[in-house]
């Protein structure tokens, strides 16, 4: 028990520290970065708590995929920091207030009184025979198959969304269209036979030396 | 437990939608340009079959579908049938002005039929976690729609800030979902609603639990104090989108608070109740008084709104039977009053002029006697004069709240009602008494004359005969 | 001798696992290194080579030599920690994915359920040495070349998956070890046969996730330099040397595992139980793996370079179409028990 408590402080503090980073850093990548250190920390925090499928997939999914993108475009922005600094500066007051109160909240609300150990006792540990993925696999297609299609059809007007809201068929762009190249026949697309007067035979040093070689 | 077809029953509707708007994602790409109204035609047809299919499975006991996912009662009956027949006006009435913009791509049927999904799964959610989809569902594409016209600076901005309030409304509303379950331990409504029973207000996280609950209908409903965005995107979005937004989803968000509220946290009544009654009275303060200043019409529709949903909430924080039916009553006739005037908005458009000035509206019964007829008729009843529904409603809502003793709430939503009437009686005067600023005609298609003549006696015969209505809804709330 | 392993904490166990693993698999790629510039010498009428030890056989060594002692040069106003890490992210997941990996029946470090997922993710991690590299570096060539690898790895990577829930969905199992003993009977009894799209899906994504030609637009010597290390010298251009290679390796042995049956032998096991070099065994599993190392190699030498829309439809519209249509068949396989897979 002691080993598992202090990985959990460590990726605790890890994950709270790197938290931190991303929303102090200047630069946008540098912020993104600490944003994967953290979603790692927290796929740990999830494999301690014998939750080993969230985890990976929390990895695999949004470190990834989700982030990659994310710095994919965030690479590829250029941001004027002083303008958010500026912004930052004018709404810290109003910010600071929003997050004591929430903080207060919090600790008031959901802290150890409402949500400690004597209402929430640790529930027992899971067998190794228990298969994490198995079992969410079974009650998320049984129990929760209506919510899992929902989500799938969000996602799918996600996608119709995004892609009504930006794509757009540029024709001043020479672009390929690999779809009809990948048509293309062997016979006529490809080559065609010129007829050619014929100009005699001729005259290379291999020819001339055959032309030599014949009458031995 | 092993899959039961008989599940499949109650969402009838919702898979008849679903289908619809897969076929029509992959009909559109064998379209060309000049058949895309093929899409429009097979949308409607979707929402027709999702019509009857609620008819057929429709009526009798409550069923518990899905491991108590999804609830199919009297009142899923109805609101799903208002939503689909306001849905299906809304269509009709874009469809010209899509057309005259080069804006009828498939996508905004599907964008369109995924937001009918989105209201009917939150219609019949019975739990959290199925309610909370239904929601995003919806959100997720009317964003979109809102930025459909994408050219259109607008609409864009309109889009960022409906998303990015959207999404806080969301999250606080997940908060207060995430204490309630943090207290009760569950996310089927019935469940919490015993595990509430049990232990009352006492307990703070449920009493803030609500508290986020409440902050977060606000901000979807688009109560004063979260209502900064409402006129805003009404403003900016596309006529048809705004027409969209401010009909029908109304409906799903009433659902979404009586199962939250009514079904989930009943126990919590007092709690809610005080929260709502200052939702309400802001609302319809500020919302009338607002209206008059503006000369967009659409910004005027988006306060005119704002006003409205606080008589909704009026009737819900009665706490009584009376007060849900009455409620109900006035969301479902709200929906098709804000169908039509956003529909005359459409047809008074054409292509290259968007008529958003009250301005536009300006000698309309020279130019076309039948649709100032219609237009006034909606005026009225949005202003709450008799023989309109408009009136029926707000009577059904005053009664149950002054049943309830709360006298004061209705005479201050009386004062604020007299108020907001001046700026709908102001549309009336300028259909009726100013002379029309331009001479073009006003040229719509018989499609759209039919519907817009169904939507504006709907309006003066649910006045004149409520009862069937009426008692429709009262059935709903046993 | 098992008293005294198991008398060493645990600590010294796990430690020692690990060394008897990355020890061997690094002198794999440097050996890998060599037998790529020897087999396309071949190919290409040529000796390669030869020079250094016997035959050219310390070749290796001798680069390994070399690039140790060269300066690491950082380019003006590069990132300077990124810039250095790169390196080191890039080739972490490739050895980390080695932990859950079966050489034998039994034999592996981290016997974990959920070891293809944890595979797959770590996977997913190797493409931030890349994006890393390349805007550390401060170079628009490296910019370019990373996030050209950038989306072909995410196109990809999605192909892969797909593949990989069609061996998931036929072995049942997230388990590699589980996966293999699915596949137990003869080689016609090997998930290549009823996967076979998903075979070649899988193979071919995994030559372009580790961006080697012909898919090698991240690298693109003759539009960008080198991509996205272009700016890396010495030690740094190294270990990108060595998490390429390893990455080479770890897929080839992942295909050899996911569908030619692993570790098992060929021939049914009652013809060939208890014969020593017949029976099933690592042998086995090294044979397939270096066959596909093989394949590598010999893909490079053949195929001249794609150009990178071509690459993109490729993943996108080719790869994930048949990927979904044949778990689909798959699936149906299963539930119907098609034999002689999956009879039982």
Known sequence: ?216 | ?478 | MIELWNALPLLIQILLKILAIVLPLLGLVAYYTLAERKVIGYMQVRIGPNRVGPRGLLQPIADAVKLMMKEIVLPTKADRTLFLIAPLIAIVPAIAAWAVFPFDDGLVVADINASLLYILSLSSLGVYGIIIAGWASNSKYALLGAMRSAAQMVAYEIAMGFALVGVLVAAGSLNLGEIVRAQSGSVLTWYWLPLLPLFGVYVISGVAETNRAPFDVAEGESEIVAGFHVEYSGMGFAVFFLAEYANMILISALSAIMFLGGWLSPFPQTWVHGIIGLDNGFHWLLLKTFGFMFLFLWLRATFPRYRYDQIMRLGWKVFIPITIVWILVVAGAVVAKLPPWWSA
């Open chain 1, 1 to 216: 028990m002691g080993f598992e408590k202090f990985l959990f402080y460590c990726f605790a503090a890890i994950a709270l520290a790197s938290a931190g980073m991303v929303i102090s850093r200047r630069n946008p990548v540098h912020a993104v970065l600490w944003m994967v250190v953290t979603f790692v920390s927290g796929a740990a925090l999830w494999i301690l708590l014998e939750a080993e499928f969230l985890g990976i997939v929390l990895i695999l999914v949004y470190v990834g995929a989700v982030m990659v993108l994310f710095l994919f475009v965030v690479m590829m922005l250029d941001v004027d920091i002083a303008t958010l600094r500026a912004c930052f500066i004018r709404y810290l007051p109003l910010g600071a207030a929003v997050a004591l109160l929430m903080l207060g909240e919090i600790v008031w609300i959901v802290g150890p009184a409402n949500f400690g150990l004597t209402h929430f006792p640790s529930p027992p540990a899971a067998g190794l025979d228990v298969n994490n993925t198995h079992d969410l696999g079974m009650s998320l297609y049984t129990t929760y198959v209506y919510p899992v299609e929902l989500a799938a059809v969000l996602l799918l007007v996600a996608i119709v969304a995004a892609i009504r809201l930006t794509m757009r068929r540029r024709t001043d762009t020479k672009t390929i269209d690999p779809a009809v190249q990948s048509r293309v026949k062997k016979g006529p697309d490809r080559i065609r036979i010129v007829k050619m007067a014929s100009v005699g035979p001729l005259e290379t040093p291999e020819t001339l030396a055959e032309a030599k070689d014949e009458p031995r």
């Open chain 2, 1 to 478: 437990m092993p899959f039961n077809s008989a599940n499949l029953l109650p969402i009838l509707p919702e898979i008849a939608i679903l289908i619809t708007a897969a076929v029509v994602l992959v009909v559109d790409l064998y379209l060309k340009e000049k058949d895309k109204g093929v899409n429009h035609v097979l949308a409607l047809i979707g929402l027709l079959v999702a019509f009857v299919l609620t008819g057929l499975v429709g009526g009798g006991e409550r069923v518990l579908a899905f491991d108590g996912n999804v609830v199919r009662d009297l009142m899923s009956d109805l609101l799903k049938a208002g939503a689909l027949i306001v849905s299906a006006l809304t269509l009709v009435y874009a469809r010209p002005w899509l057309k005259d913009r080069n804006l009828l791509a498939g996508e905004f049927y599907v964008l369109s039929l995924c937001a009918v999904l989105g209201m009917l799964v939150m219609i019949s959610a019975n739990t959290f976690l199925t309610l909370y989809l239904g929601l995003e569902l919806l959100a997720l594409s009317l964003y979109a729609l809102v930025a459909f016209d994408r050219d259109s600076k607008l609409g864009s901005e309109a889009a960022m800030k409906y998303f990015v309030l959207g999404a806080l409304g969301s999250g606080l509303l997940l908060y207060g979902i995430s204490m309630i379950y943090g207290a009760t331990g569950s996310i089927e409504l019935g469940a919490v609603a015993r595990a509430v029973a049990e232990q009352g207000s006492g307990n703070k996280v449920l009493v803030f639990g609500v508290a986020f609950l409440v902050i977060g209908i606000g901000f979807k409903f688009g109560a004063v104090p979260f209502h900064m965005w409402v006129p805003d995107i009404y403003e900016g979005a596309p006529t048809p989108v705004a027409m969209f937004l401010g009909s029908a989803p109304k409906i799903a968000a009433f659902a979404m608070i009586v199962r939250l509220l009514v079904e989930g946290l009943n126990a919590l009544h007092t709690d809610w109740q005080g929260m709502l009654a200052i939702l309400a009275v802001l609302s319809i303060g500020l919302g009338n008084v607002a209206a008059i200043a503006q000369s967009n019409i659409k910004r005027m529709f988006g306060y005119s709104t704002i006003s409205h949903v606080g008589f909704i909430f009026l009737g819900l924080l009665a706490g009584s039977t009376q007060g849900y039916a009455s409620a109900m009553f006035y969301t479902l006739t709200y929906a098709l009053m804000a169908a039509g005037a956003f529909g005359i908005l459409t047809i008074l458009s054409r292509e290259g002029f968007d008529a958003q000035n009250l301005e536009d509206l300006k000698g309309l019964n020279e130019r076309d006697p039948w649709y100032a007829a219609m237009m006034a008729l909606l005026m009225f009843s949005a202003a709450g004069v008799p023989p309109t529904v408009g009136f029926m409603g707000k009577l059904l809502v005053l009664e149950a709240v002054v049943r309830v003793d709360m006298v004061w709430l209705a005479l201050v939503a009386v004062f604020f009602s007299i108020i907001g009437a001046f700026y709908y009686l102001r549309v009336v005067k300028f259909i009726y008494f100013d002379q029309p600023t331009t001479a073009v005609p006003i040229v719509t298609t018989g499609g759209v004359r039919a519907a817009m003549t169904v939507n504006g006696l709907a309006i003066l015969f649910l006045g004149l005969f409520p009862a069937a209505l009426l008692g429709l809804c009262q059935a709903a709330f046993p």
